[in-house]
Structures are given as structure tokens and as C-alpha cells.
């Protein structure tokens, strides 16, 4: 494809937009219908099902807004302190965490391996 001017792509799917509908009523893919007016459209396919959403079915192409939370969600902020008792607090594990270690240990680390251990 080559770069095109910005919207000359959806200027050459409105002049066919009444072919392309006329053969989506018949029944034809919207895959099938794109192959065959690709070259007039110069579009990807995700733009051309784009297209045929808001010209033509008279969708919006945008994503479902989140509901908001259901009831049975808000439930549980709504419990009574008994039944918020029952959590326990986190805490963490204690940590052993020594600055300096053994030397031994260090020789250890730091020396080859023998082929011993697999």
C-alpha cells in the first residue's frame, strides 16, 4: 500500500459504501467483500471492518464502558465489624538477614565446582 493523504482511505470506502453494503445484505463475509474491493479501498482490514460498523450497521467501533460493581461486591464493606474481625492482619515472615557472612560459606560460593553434584 502506499501512504495516503489522512481519511482518503474512508473517501473511497463511503464511494463504494453502497456496493459493499448491497453485498453484505446478500449474505457475502465481510472478509470476502474487503478481498474484493481491496484494491479501491487501499485499507487494512481491521480499518474496513471498522468502517462497515459505523457506515453501515451504524455501530460505535468503541469498547464497552466497566459497569460499576455489582451489589453483592459492595456487601462486603458493608458487613458488620464481627464478621470483619475474622480477617487476620498481615504479617510478614520474619527476616534473617546477616551483613557478614560466614567466611566458610563465602570460599564456598566462590570456589569451582568439583563435577560432583548434578
Known sequence: MTPNKKG???V??????????EELRQGYNRSDVFQK????????YSQFTRHVRKFILGQSF?????E???????????????????RHAF?????NFQPSP?????????SPANGSEK
Do not use: G
Not at 37 to 44: E, P, R, T, V
Not at 72 to 81: D, E, G, I, V, W
Open 8 to 10: 482518503m482511505a474512508r
Open 12 to 21: 473511497r470506502f463511503l464511494a463504494l459504501r453502497s456496493v459493499i453494503a
Open 37 to 44: 474491493h481491496h484494491d479501491a479501498l487501499q485499507m487494512s
Open 62 to 66: 468503541q469498547k464497552p464502558k466497566k
Open 68 to 86: 460499576p460493581p455489582s451489589a453483592s461486591s459492595t456487601a462486603l464493606a458493608k458487613q458488620s465489624p464481627k464478621a470483619a474481625s475474622k
Open 91 to 95: 504479617s510478614p515472615r520474619p527476616l
Open 102 to 110: 560466614d567466611p566458610e560459606l563465602i570460599a564456598h560460593w566462590l
